[in-house]
């Protein structure tokens, strides 16, 4: 069965650095989302991507986050300058497209990548 | 105000035993999906089950059934014959508008226990 993957399943970090989370989506699907999940706190939507473009995006992503398609394969979250609080996991998670009117796309979400800002 | 409640931050259940995860939500649009999600301690998203508002009857797969109630704006989880496996935290989401390409609003979760 297809799934998403996501790489590295955790990552460690300074303070300031820039990180990239990368995401496999599932490869017949075209929309791409990032949400994150601070430890013990319910998950939170950070940004979803379509047709290589910002589709939507929350608060949470600010200047310091980007997202990427760099390939036909790969969906990427950037991290600028992390922060102590951009610790959390950080899931990726994708859908495929059939019908806009009907809500029964389901978003499948990778296993997330543990990322700890020191 | 919160879009998606889940008032049960813990929950016991004997093995075999059904356990209903209360949620309930808010929305004013009458076009909206309802989506509960498993995560286990190794921290993975696992959907089990999907109601759209305009489904007429309520959504089941295999052990796990959505007592869906649109006038009281609810969408419980059943888990029948509970499993060891089944300890976890359950996230209900919800998508609002947006087609079917709308993010999700997830709830605090809901920790359930099974105990042998």
């Known amino acids: 069965e297809p799934e998403v993957t996501q790489t590295p399943s955790h990552q460690v970090t300074q303070m300031g650095q820039e990180v990239i989370l990368r995401c496999v989506p599932i490869s017949n699907h075209l929309y791409f989302y990032w949400y994150r999940q601070i430890l013990g706190q319910k998950v939170e939507f950070l940004v979803s991507?379509?047709?290589?473009?910002?589709?939507?995006k929350s608060e949470i992503f600010d200047d310091q986050f980007s997202v990427e398609r760099p390939d036909g394969s790969n969906f990427t979250l950037k991290i600028r300058s992390t922060k102590l609080e951009d610790s959390a996991m950080y899931f990726c998670?994708?859908?495929?497209?059939?019908?806009?009117?009907?809500?029964?796309?389901?978003?499948?979400f990778g296993p997330g990548t543990r990322l700890t800002v020191l | 105000a919160q879009k998606i409640t889940q008032t049960q931050p813990g929950m016991f259940v004997q093995e075999k035993e059904a356990v209903t995860l209360d949620c309930t939500y808010d929305t004013s649009d009458p076009s909206y999906g309802l989506f509960w999600y498993k995560q286990p301690s190794s921290g993975e998203m696992i959907f089990l089950i999907y109601?759209?508002?305009?489904?007429?009857q309520n959504a089941t797969e295999g052990r796990y059934s959505l007592n869906f109630q649109k006038a009281r704006k609810s969408a419980n989880l059943v888990i029948s014959a509970s499993q060891l496996g089944d300890s976890a935290m359950y996230f209900c989401a919800m998508r609002e508008g947006k087609g079917s390409q709308g993010n999700l609003i997830f709830g605090k979760g809901t920790k359930l226990s099974v105990k042998p």
């Open positions: 109601q759209g508002s305009y489904d007429q």
């Open positions: 991507f379509y047709n290589n473009e910002i589709s939507e």
């Open positions: 998670a994708s859908t495929e497209v059939r019908d806009s009117l009907i809500h029964t796309d389901t978003q499948y």
